[in-house]
């Protein structure tokens, strides 16, 4: 880059609605494009940044918090050293934790006038969005996702049929009637869709600082929950205590080294639907662990300690 603000998209969307597997596909796109991805994790261990595929951008985490609230002041120090290397990316992509506000974020972007943000992306998930935006616990976050930004991106819609799909297009709709909405699957995105420029971000991000509450803070909405594994598991085992959480457990995800084949699988868990996947990503020096994400007040971290109490014990 030799000149000019560095632009910036924000990716926001509920825990679970396919954030990291966007981006995963706007890396895969061939472009000549220097990119940085900024990795906000929202529990003690990072597992998104893991996630990332690609070797030729650089990827920032910040973990253990939430960049909107809690974790402003490394947010700001982070954006700075980007500024501030010898060569700025063409592009910043903050990948923002499941239980992020981006109004928050650009309020602390917008001090440093090198940066431009560009646009505001929102996944939400086709066949759980209706049932978070109605949560008691986390319809509220979930809704400011959905009208802060400029793109809906209404991904999963193949786990849907079209009734569905076309009630949940027409909710989003009334959430946020200015925003480009795109049915998708798998994340996909063309690129130059996700490159765009809209200047609707700016004035419904102002406008949702206006209205937001000081001292808010996420850290005492969600409860966090983190679990270090050592050794290999047997996949059964893992499918045992993964099968019918409870509802309180709404995002799990992490890497495990199951036992019949040595090699480390990617867990995805959201949504009451489960994924274990070959992970693709370089195993050089990599920590096994499992991370869960849920409303606070419904003691999550006893449910998931009992379930996994014998992950690497006998079968009982």
């Known amino acids: ?38 990795v906000n994790d929202f529990g003690s261990i990072s597992i998104d940044d893991a996630l990332i595929e690609s070797q030729s951008a650089d990827t920032i985490t910040l973990a253990n918090g939430c ?5 402003g002041s490394s947010l700001v120090t982070t954006l700075c050293s980007v500024l501030d290397a010898p060569r700025r990316p063409d592009w910043l992509i903050i990948e923002a934790s499941g239980v992020a506000e981006p109004a928050k974020l650009y309020n602390i972007a ?12 929102c996944l939400v998930d086709c066949a759980t969005i209706s ?45 946020n009637p200015k925003a480009q909405l795109f049915p998708t699957v798998d994340s996909k995105l063309p690129f130059e869709v996700a490159r765009q420029s809209s200047c609707l971000s700016k004035e419904n991000l102002a406008q949702a600082m206006l209205e937001s509450i000081p001292g808010q803070s996420h850290d005492r909405e969600f409860e966090r929950w983190t679990l270090e594994l ?21 995002r799990l995800k992490g890497l495990v080294r199951l036992e019949h084949c040595n090699e480390i699988a ?8 489960l994924k274990i996947t070959p992970y693709q990503g ?35």
């Open 110 to 121: 917008k001090a440093e006038p090198d940066l431009s943000l560009e646009n505001v992306i």
């Open 131 to 175: 049932d978070w935006l109605s949560d008691h616990d986390v319809g509220s976050v979930v809704a400011r996702q959905v009208q802060q930004s400029d793109l809906l991106l209404l991904n999963k819609c193949d786990l849907v049929d079209e009734v569905k799909q076309s009630s949940v297009t027409a909710l989003l709709q009334q959430q």
């Open 266 to 273: 990617q867990v995805q868990y959201a949504g009451g639907r």
């Open 67 to 71: 960049i909107c609230c809690t974790l």
């Open 230 to 250: 050592t050794g290999v598991i047997e996949e059964k085992r893992l499918r045992k205590a993964l099968r019918h959480l409870d509802s309180c457990v709404h």
């Open 282 to 316: 370089s195993d050089s020096g990599l920590g096994e662990a499992l991370v869960a994400i849920g409303p606070a007040g419904h003691d999550m971290a006893t449910h998931l300690d009992q379930r996994f109490s014998n992950i690497s014990g006998p079968e009982r």
């Open 1 to 38: 880059m030799t000149g000019g603000a560095l632009p910036v998209s924000i990716i926001t969307g509920y825990l679970g609605a396919g954030k990291t597997t966007f981006i995963n596909q706007l890396l895969s796109n061939p472009n000549e494009l220097a990119i940085t991805i900024l």
